[in-house]
């Protein structure tokens, strides 16, 4: 399980911001060594970026004092302001003695923040990393107010101080770069100052003009031979370089008469008055060759054959330190005045000026050709984005770098020991002693651990100097970029497509859809990131909080509309809104769901959006195809893609609900079959159609109406009273009356909704109540009079039967026999009469329809007679049973029976017709008379409550409206077709149990 730092990111997203700023700095420097306020603005921008500090800048140091340079954000007003250090307690002197990152995150109390500083800029927290330069502290990284509630983090910290660190190479070879410039301008500068005091001597100003500028030591010293032969009229001269350190002296370059073995002379060298010059520092100069001491003549006497009348031994000094002697030979003698001497002091100035100069210069070109190749190196390295070929690449870049025998390249295992990754050159994997050769070994720090080494060699002795080494290290520091730039390539590709899945789940949501159908589509593109055996989306959106799953795929697609107990899904949100994975998803579901899932791990992962859950993601995956890492990195960061996707889904599937709910309002209120009318104060400021209608005024004519205007008498009654109200034609009816009050916020009345309802009917109904009632008792009654009518008329079919048995003759036997028949048939119809009269609960179960039919139309075959209706009865036997309630089936029947009859009083032709058919896995049940038919405006309102065409006292227009509620509920139709003057046909249509029908309540 992972975890999130105090900003809410993951370490793993932490690390990768810190590569990404550590690697933005690697390819400045890739591109060449950047200027020195380049590297300290983009090291400031880093700095406030990755803390989301208010600020940051470097300050420069110089003693007590420090300058403000780079400043970023609320620090950019303080720009190359210098300010005088606090004296202890203070972060910066804190900083510069523990050469270690100093935070504080009370600032506004803290005695070590300069209060200069702290109400101007109105500090609570600060962080103060030193850089560290060639082992001195040469600035200070500074940042100031974080974003995050509880300032800078331990996190924070190291990472600015890695940043400083990091920072302290670019500076450091900016800062040699520097100090060569400034070498070569002070030499130029100098040059140029010899240039104008040689003007008064026209040799000086020949030979600074013959020197300024050139470049090779080998061009100076052809010049200063020039000079010497031309002007001064010497017959040669020799330059010594001198160390009085270690007391070694040698002959660099000689020219002209009287030159000598360069070995010897350089081994001789301390015995002649060459010594004293260059310790001294004091020019000799030399009249009579034959003067001297034994050992001098002894070593002078080359140069008096060769005919040397005198010597002008000078020291090369630059800035008060003799590094060299110039000796300069004379054929002819010379007077050697004082202004002579200071002319060959000034000559041998310049010649010292221009040979170190021209080292510089050569010193330079050597160096920048080493920079180009280590730049190339670089560039090489920054190329090589795969991580199996960057051995051989980092041992190609060391080969145009640094010149040696072999290059390697070793690996720390866990155990301490090197392994070999990779070599280059012959001998590279030779037991070669390293006491015959020079070794170079560097090692390549990753997180402030060596992991890597390069090792050079080379057979010569002292083949390395310091210049290789910083060579190396500032490669083996690239080279350890270039193995984290190819991981962290590998990773952008993996942060494209998480960015390029961010933006597909941020279109998804808005496309037009529900909620399953996005979030499906969110599944789909999840799955393309991280593909696994199966994914399921679940949304709290129900007022009781609880989480519906509502889009699922792959293994977990039977949690769809599940909805597990409590308000944390199915296997529980994490209460910190972190990940949780669990090894098991059966063990953890509900018994129930066990069955519809697989037994994989699963990963949940919260849905977190202002500050509240709205959902889990779960991500089940097999043992054999686990989640890698990448992929879960990769869901854990899109989770807060999705999470903004069910937020938006959920706003505005709330948003439709409420239109809806505001249209249902709208339409209930227009729709509303009695009057609402809705008061500010006494007066009608809104009436329905509905209110239009029954009182006779339009919707306009009644707003702003007195609603007393309508009440008789003119005054309100209380809420809830029935009332008399008059219509705009002057009639009354009787009102049932609610009225609610309005309430604004703070609970003040400001109006009122009244509800009014014509209760004439409600009356009718009433009435039509107190009749049922007396026909239940009468029913109750006749179910009496049945069952003692039914005993006499058992006794008498039983005696019938029994004198069937004695020997009778043929007519009594016919009477007899017509006994019996009529006492079975009176008992059939008492028997049928009790069962339409008996009370019971709703039962169901088959009933046969023929039956049924047989069984009604006995009830009704006196009636029919006595009407003159000839029945005609149609059974089709191959009927099924239905699934119902057999008495209110029969309730059915008998009442399109009985409107059958009403329909054909006073008709010449009476013929009632019954049938049942199947058609299409349905039992139809035909009830068909010739009566007078119906109008289809009377159709249309055929099956409303209270519609009747017969006359007042005669029906309610309540049979037809309950039957079609019968049918309705036994999943059935009624259907109707009528001719005027022709008659009509009632079909009742009943499902077969083969069609699946239901019979609900």
Same mark, same amino acid.
């Given at each position: 399980?992972?975890?999130?730092?105090?900003?809410?990111?993951?370490?793993?997203?932490?690390?990768?911001?810190?590569?990404?700023?550590?690697?933005?700095?690697?390819?400045?420097?890739?591109?060449?060594?950047?200027?020195?306020? $380049?590297?300290?603005?983009?090291?400031?921008?880093?700095?406030?970026?990755?803390?989301?500090?208010?600020?940051?800048?470097?300050?420069?140091?110089?003693?007590?004092?420090?300058?403000?340079?780079?400043?970023?954000?609320?620090?950019?007003?303080?720009?190359?302001?210098?300010?005088?250090?606090? @004296?202890?307690?203070?972060?910066?002197?804190?900083?510069?003695?523990?050469?270690?990152?100093?935070?504080?995150? /009370?600032? +506004?109390? /803290?005695?070590?923040?300069?209060?200069?500083?702290?109400?101007?800029?109105?500090?609570?927290?600060?962080?103060?990393?030193?850089?560290?330069?060639?082992?001195?502290?040469?600035?200070?990284?500074?940042?100031?107010?974080?974003?995050?509630?509880?300032?800078?983090?331990?996190?924070?910290?190291?990472?600015?101080?890695?940043?400083?660190?990091?920072?302290?190479?670019?500076?450091?070879?900016?800062?040699?770069?520097?100090?060569? *410039?400034?070498?070569?301008?002070?030499?130029?500068?100098?040059?140029?100052?010899?240039?104008?005091?040689?003007?008064?001597?026209?040799?000086?100003?020949?030979?600074?003009?013959?020197?300024?500028?050139?470049?090779?030591?080998?061009?100076?010293?052809?010049?200063?031979?020039?000079?010497?032969?031309?002007?001064?009229?010497?017959?040669?001269?020799?330059?010594?370089?001198?160390?009085?350190?270690?007391?070694?002296?040698?002959?660099?370059?000689?020219?002209?008469?009287?030159?000598?073995?360069?070995?010897?002379?350089?081994?001789?060298?301390?015995?002649?008055?060459?010594?004293?010059?260059?310790?001294?520092?004091?020019?000799?100069?030399?009249?009579?060759?034959?003067? =001297?001491?034994?050992? *001098?003549?002894?070593?002078?006497?080359?140069?008096?054959?060769?005919?040397?009348?005198?010597?002008?031994?000078? @020291?090369?000094?630059?800035?008060?330190?003799?590094?060299?002697?110039?000796?300069?030979?004379?054929?002819?003698?010379? #007077?050697?005045?004082?202004? #002579?001497?200071?002319?060959?002091?000034?000559?041998?100035?310049?010649?010292?000026?221009?040979?170190?100069?021209?080292?510089?210069?050569?010193?330079?070109?050597?160096?920048?050709?080493?920079?180009?190749?280590?730049?190339?190196?670089?560039?090489?390295?920054?190329?090589?984005?795969?991580?199996?070929?960057?051995? /051989?690449?980092?041992?190609?870049?060391?080969?145009?770098?640094?010149?040696?025998?072999?290059?390697?390249?070793?690996?720390?295992?866990?155990?301490?020991?090197?392994?070999?990754?990779?070599?280059?050159?012959? =001998?590279?994997?030779?037991?070669?002693?390293?006491?015959?050769?020079?070794?170079?070994?560097?090692?390549?720090?990753?997180?402030?651990?060596?992991?890597?080494?390069?090792?050079?060699?080379?057979?010569?002795?002292?083949?390395?100097?310091?210049?290789?080494?910083?060579?190396?290290?500032?490669?083996?520091?690239?080279?350890?970029q270039a193995f984290e730039t190819a991981q962290l390539f590998g990773a952008q590709e993996t942060e494209r497509q998480r960015a390029e899945a961010s933006a597909r789940i941020a279109r998804a949501t808005l496309e037009s859809?529900?909620?399953?159908?996005?979030?499906?589509?969110?599944?789909?593109?999840?799955?393309?990131?991280?593909?696994?055996?199966?994914?399921?989306? =679940?949304?709290?959106?129900?007022?009781?909080?609880?989480?519906?799953?509502?889009?699922?795929?792959?293994?977990?697609?039977?949690?769809?509309?599940?909805? @597990?107990?409590?308000?944390?899904?199915?296997?529980?949100?994490?209460?910190?809104?972190?990940?949780?994975?669990?090894?098991?998803?059966?063990?953890?579901?509900?018994?129930?769901?066990?069955?519809?899932?697989?037994?994989?791990?699963?990963?949940?992962?919260?849905?977190?959006?202002?500050?509240?859950?709205?959902?889990?993601?779960?991500?089940?995956?097999?043992?054999?195809?686990?989640?890698?890492?990448?992929?879960?990195?990769?869901?854990?960061?899109?989770?807060?893609?999705?999470?903004?996707?069910?937020?938006?889904?959920?706003?505005?599937?709330?948003?439709?609900?409420?239109?809806?709910?505001?249209?249902?309002?709208?339409?209930?209120?227009?729709?509303?079959?009695?009057?609402?009318?809705?008061? /500010?104060?006494?007066?009608?400021?809104?009436?329905?159609?509905?209110?239009?209608?029954?009182?006779?005024?339009?919707?306009?004519?009644?707003?702003?109406?007195?609603?007393?205007?309508?009440?008789?008498?003119?005054?309100?009654?209380?809420?809830?009273?029935?009332?008399?109200?008059?219509?705009?034609?002057?009639?009354?009816?009787a009102a049932a009356v609610t009225e609610s009050a309005l309430r604004a916020q703070d609970g003040v009345v400001h109006g009122a909704v009244i509800s009014v309802r014509d209760v004439t009917m409600d009356r009718a109904v009433?009435?039509?109540?107190?009749?049922?009632?007396?026909?239940?008792?009468?029913?109750?009654?006749?179910?009496?009079?049945?069952?003692?009518?039914?005993?006499?008329?058992?006794?008498?079919?039983?005696?019938?039967?029994?004198?069937?048995?004695?020997?009778?003759?043929?007519?009594?036997?016919?009477?007899?026999?017509?006994?019996?028949?009529?006492? *079975?048939?009176?008992?059939?119809?008492? $028997?049928?009469?009790?069962?339409?009269?008996?009370?019971?609960?709703?039962?169901?179960?088959?009933?046969?329809?023929?039956?049924?039919?047989?069984?009604?139309?006995?009830?009704?075959?006196?009636?029919?007679?006595?009407?003159?209706?000839?029945?005609?009865?149609?059974?089709?036997?191959?009927?099924?049973?239905?699934?119902?309630?057999?008495?209110?089936?029969?309730?059915?029947?008998?009442?399109?029976?009985?409107? +059958?009859?009403?329909?054909?009083?006073?008709?010449?032709? $009476?013929?009632?017709?019954?049938?049942?058919?199947?058609?299409?896995?349905?039992?139809?049940?035909?009830? *068909?008379?010739?009566?007078?038919?119906?109008?289809?405006?009377?159709?249309?309102?055929?099956?409303?409550?209270?519609?009747?065409?017969?006359?007042?006292?005669?029906?309610?227009?309540?049979?037809?409206?309950?039957?079609?509620?019968?049918? $309705?509920?036994?999943?059935?139709?009624?259907?109707?077709?009528?001719?005027?003057?022709? =008659?009509?046909?009632?079909?009742?249509?009943?499902?077969?149990?083969?069609?699946?029908?239901?019979?609900?309540?």
């Open positions: 399980m992972s975890e999130t730092t105090a900003n809410g990111t993951t370490p793993q997203h932490r690390a990768q911001r810190e590569r990404d700023a550590l690697l933005q700095l690697a390819r400045d420097m890739a591109q060449g060594v950047p200027s020195a306020g $380049r590297v300290l603005l983009h090291l400031a921008q880093t700095a406030q970026s990755f803390t989301t500090a208010a600020g940051a800048c470097v300050l420069e140091l110089d003693n007590d004092s420090c300058r403000v340079t780079a400043p970023t954000g609320l620090l950019e007003p303080y720009t190359a302001h210098t300010y005088q250090i606090m @004296p202890p307690p203070s972060l910066f002197r804190q900083a510069l003695a523990s050469r270690q990152v100093v935070l504080t995150n /009370d600032g +506004a109390n /803290d005695p070590r923040v300069d209060p200069r500083f702290r109400d101007a800029m109105q500090i609570r927290h600060v962080a103060v990393a030193p850089i560290v330069v060639n082992d001195s502290v040469d600035g200070l990284l500074v940042i100031v107010n974080s974003a995050e509630p509880n300032g800078f983090s331990q996190s924070d910290a190291e990472f600015l101080q890695r940043l400083a660190d990091f920072s302290a190479v670019a500076l450091r070879d900016n800062a040699l770069v520097g100090q060569a *410039e400034a070498a070569a301008g002070a030499a130029r500068l100098q040059a140029h100052e010899a240039a104008v005091a040689a003007r008064r001597n026209a040799v000086l100003v020949r030979t600074a003009e013959a020197l300024a500028g050139v470049g090779a030591p080998e061009a100076v010293y052809a010049h200063i031979g020039e000079i010497v032969r031309e002007l001064l009229g010497a017959g040669g001269f020799s330059i010594y370089d001198v160390d009085l350190e270690q007391n070694v002296a040698a002959l660099v370059f000689q020219s002209g008469i009287g030159s000598v073995h360069p070995e010897q002379a350089s081994a001789q060298f301390w015995q002649t008055r060459m010594a004293s010059v260059v310790r001294d520092g004091v020019p000799v100069f030399v009249d009579d060759m034959t003067a =001297g001491s034994p050992t *001098e003549l002894r070593l002078t006497a080359t140069l008096r054959e060769a005919g040397i009348a005198g010597l002008a031994l000078l @020291p090369l000094r630059i800035s008060g330190r003799v590094w060299g002697l110039m000796s300069i030979r004379f054929v002819a003698p010379r #007077e050697n005045d004082t202004s #002579e001497h200071e002319f060959l002091e000034a000559f041998a100035s310049q010649v010292a000026l221009a040979l170190r100069n021209a080292r510089y210069v050569n010193d330079l070109n050597a160096r920048a050709r080493r920079l180009t190749q280590l730049a190339d190196a670089q560039q090489h390295l920054a190329g090589i984005l795969d991580a199996a070929r960057l051995p /051989d690449a980092i041992l190609e870049a060391l080969a145009m770098v640094v010149t040696a025998t072999s290059y390697e390249l070793l690996e720390t295992t866990p155990d301490g020991s090197l392994e070999l990754l990779g070599a280059r050159g012959p =001998g590279a994997e030779s037991s070669r002693s390293e006491s015959d050769c020079d070794v170079l070994s560097i090692p390549m720090h990753a997180d402030r651990q060596p992991s890597r080494l390069l090792r050079l060699r080379t057979n010569n002795a002292a083949g390395f100097d310091a210049h290789d080494a910083d060579l190396v290290a500032i490669l083996a520091r690239h080279a350890m859809g529900g909620v399953a159908s996005v979030l499906r589509a969110v599944l789909d593109i999840l799955h393309d990131i991280a593909p696994s055996s199966g994914k399921a989306l =679940g949304v709290a959106r129900a007022r009781d909080g609880r989480i519906e799953y509502v889009a699922a795929v792959g293994s977990l697609l039977g949690l769809v509309g599940h909805r @597990p107990e409590g308000t944390r899904g199915l296997l529980g949100i994490s209460p910190d809104g972190r990940p949780v994975e669990f090894d098991s998803l059966s063990d953890q579901a509900p018994p129930l769901l066990r069955d519809r899932v697989s037994d994989e791990r699963v990963l949940v992962l919260p849905l977190m959006a202002r500050d509240h859950a709205l959902g889990a993601l779960l991500v089940s995956s097999t043992a054999a195809q686990p989640l890698s890492y990448r992929e879960r990195v990769s869901l854990e960061q899109l989770a807060a893609s999705v999470a903004l996707a069910v937020d938006a889904v959920l706003l505005d599937e709330e948003e439709r609900h409420t239109r809806e709910r505001e249209r249902t309002l709208a339409t209930a209120l227009t729709t509303i079959d009695h009057p609402v009318f809705i008061l /500010d104060g006494e007066h009608i400021r809104y009436a329905n159609p509905a209110a239009a209608r029954e009182y006779g005024w339009t919707t306009g004519e009644l707003l702003g109406k007195p609603f007393s205007e309508l009440v008789i008498p003119a005054k309100l009654g209380a809420a809830d009273a029935e009332q008399r109200h008059r219509r705009r034609d002057g009639s009354e009816f009433a009435e039509q109540l107190r009749h049922s009632e007396k026909m239940v008792a009468l029913g109750e009654l006749v179910a009496g009079v049945a069952h003692e009518i039914n005993n006499p008329l058992t006794g008498i079919s039983a005696f019938a039967e029994l004198l069937l048995e004695d020997e009778l003759n043929h007519e009594q036997r016919e009477s007899v026999q017509l006994i019996k028949r009529e006492s *079975e048939r009176a008992t059939q119809v008492i $028997r049928d009469l009790l069962l339409f009269a008996r009370k019971s609960d709703t039962s169901l179960g088959p009933v046969d329809v023929n039956a049924l039919l047989a069984q009604t139309l006995r009830l009704r075959a006196y009636v029919l007679r006595s009407n003159e209706i000839e029945v005609s009865l149609h059974l089709d036997q191959s009927c099924p049973t239905v699934q119902g309630d057999a008495q209110r089936l029969q309730q059915v029947i008998l009442n399109l029976i009985t409107n +059958a009859e009403h329909a054909m009083e006073g008709r010449p032709l $009476r013929q009632l017709t019954l049938r049942t058919r199947v058609y299409n896995e349905r039992v139809l049940i035909s009830v *068909e008379d010739t009566g007078k038919g119906m109008e289809p405006t009377v159709l249309q309102r055929l099956f409303e409550p209270f519609f009747t065409t017969k006359p007042p006292g005669i029906g309610t227009g309540l049979g037809l409206s309950v039957s079609y509620g019968i049918a $309705r509920a036994h999943d059935g139709t009624i259907e109707v077709q009528s001719t005027p003057d022709v =008659g009509t046909t009632f079909t009742l249509n009943l499902p077969t149990p083969v069609s699946g029908g239901a019979v609900v309540e």
